[in-house]
């Protein structure tokens, strides 16, 4: 089954519109929309004091910043049953069909839609999370499958995989991932033992949010978190101060986008296209 989201639905029109109408008139007095979606259960841990600088400075230059603290929220992380409560098939659980189905029927959660609300609004999505495991929190992974449904993050007018990486739902709008690692950084170097920082994510700055559209920013990392004086905390707040001061003017990561004709039939690059390269360099320009 294919579905196609309402035109009709509140998030898919109503927020959507809201948020459109908004970003043009925030944008016109240089204003802009934030989200900072962040998991950690300890109030003192690093990654809450950078959303509290992050706040505080995006804040102070006239920005709005919206939050979604999942530990604070007690979010289900679980994507299940629960998130399709009127079913479009009863006798098996097919999740992209139910997503598609509950979004575009206005059967999803009162916790996603309100999630997605906030996502369409925002000109920039900060994810900020330390990294467990080579990865992010499994509450944020859970935040990420609820709330990007078919018909939204991916799926786009109902047509599967034809408008991904680059043109997806979440177009128009910045994304940064910000993570702590208790590594030090030498760990995440090009030749480090954990292997190089930008490629262990890659599956979230090009996977999660470039897939659905979304222009994603270099990554800021702190390393060595569990090593910290109090003067290199300073000094981590002080950078961060420094990054989100341009973070609206500096330039995305340059990520191939699927239809920009380097991908011929979608899938696969070129063979004259970064001829020799393979892995996941092959798929950024430059």
Do not use: C
Request: hydrophobic fraction near 40%; charge should be neutral; avoid cysteine.
């Amino acid at each position: 089954m294919t579905t196609t989201p309402n035109r009709d639905h509140p998030v898919a029109t109503g927020a959507a519109a809201a948020a459109a109408s908004a970003s043009t008139a925030a944008s016109a007095a240089g204003r802009k929309t934030v989200l900072i979606v962040h998991a950690h259960p300890e109030p003192t841990s690093l990654t809450r004091t950078l959303v509290g600088v992050a706040a505080e400075t995006l804040g102070s230059a006239g920005h709005a910043v919206l939050q979604s603290d999942l530990y604070a929220m007690g979010w289900r992380a679980v994507y299940g049953e629960a998130d399709f409560p009127v079913r479009a098939d009863a006798t098996r659980l097919n999740f992209v069909r139910e997503s598609g189905h509950a979004f575009e029927h206005g059967h999803q959660p009162a916790d996603v839609v309100e999630e997605q609300r906030k996502l369409l609004a925002a000109d920039l999505v900060i994810l900020q999370f330390p990294l467990w495991w080579f990865g992010m929190p499994a509450i944020m992974k859970g935040w990420i499958d609820r709330v990007w449904a078919y018909g939204l993050a991916y799926g786009r007018h109902g047509q599967g995989n034809r408008f991904r990486y680059g043109e997806g739902g979440l177009a128009g709008r910045r994304a940064m991932v910000s993570v702590t690692t208790g590594g030090p950084a030498v760990d995440y170097s090009p030749r480090g033992i954990n292997g190089p920082i930008d490629q262990l994510l890659f599956p979230i700055t090009h996977g999660t949010l470039f897939y659905p559209g979304m222009s994603v920013l270099k990554t800021h990392a702190v390393h060595g978190v569990g090593r910290m004086t109090a003067e290199d905390v300073e000094a981590a707040k002080a950078a961060w101060r420094l990054r989100l001061a341009d973070v609206f003017d500096e330039a995305p990561i340059a990520f191939r986008p699927q239809n920009g004709g380097d991908y011929p039939d979608g899938h696969q690059l070129r063979d004259d296209v970064a001829p020799g390269r393979v892995g996941f360099e092959a798929h950024i320009a430059g």
